[in-house]
């Protein structure tokens, strides 16, 4: 199922910031990630990804460091910042609320939230 591109806007970058509170991780990683985690409801490829992490890293909710991999290869990894963390905690709530009054209304069933 494919996500139409403005619950995309809402839904990707609270996804990212909850994948990156678990562990930090490189772009490429994250795009897979994000498919395999919502069986590829929020699949999304590089091209969306990446301005969305320059986002999220201007408004100081995640940091960035290059390193080289073992393999050789420079990765820029993304983690997390404080204000990331308040931010994420902030966005779960409303996705919470918005999830509850879905069931209620019988737009989505009861056990999603």
């Not at 806007?9 to 990156?20: E, K, N």
């Not at 997390?80 to 209620?104: C, M």
């Amino acid at each position: 199922m494919k996500i139409e591109r403005e619950l995309m806007r809402g839904a990707g970058p609270t996804a990212v910031l909850q994948l990156l509170s678990a562990r930090e991780m490189y772009g490429y990683e994250l795009v897979e990630a994000l498919s395999a985690r919502t069986d590829g409801v929020l699949a999304m490829g590089q091209s969306t990804l990446y301005p969305m992490l320059y986002n999220l890293e201007a408004k100081g909710f995640i940091e960035a460091e290059w390193r080289t991999a073992d393999s050789g290869r420079e990765r820029k990894y993304y983690h997390l910042t404080g204000s990331g963390r308040k931010k994420l905690a902030a966005d779960q709530e409303s996705w919470t609320a918005l999830a509850q009054s879905l069931i209620a209304l019988g737009i989505v069933r009861g056990g999603v939230a």
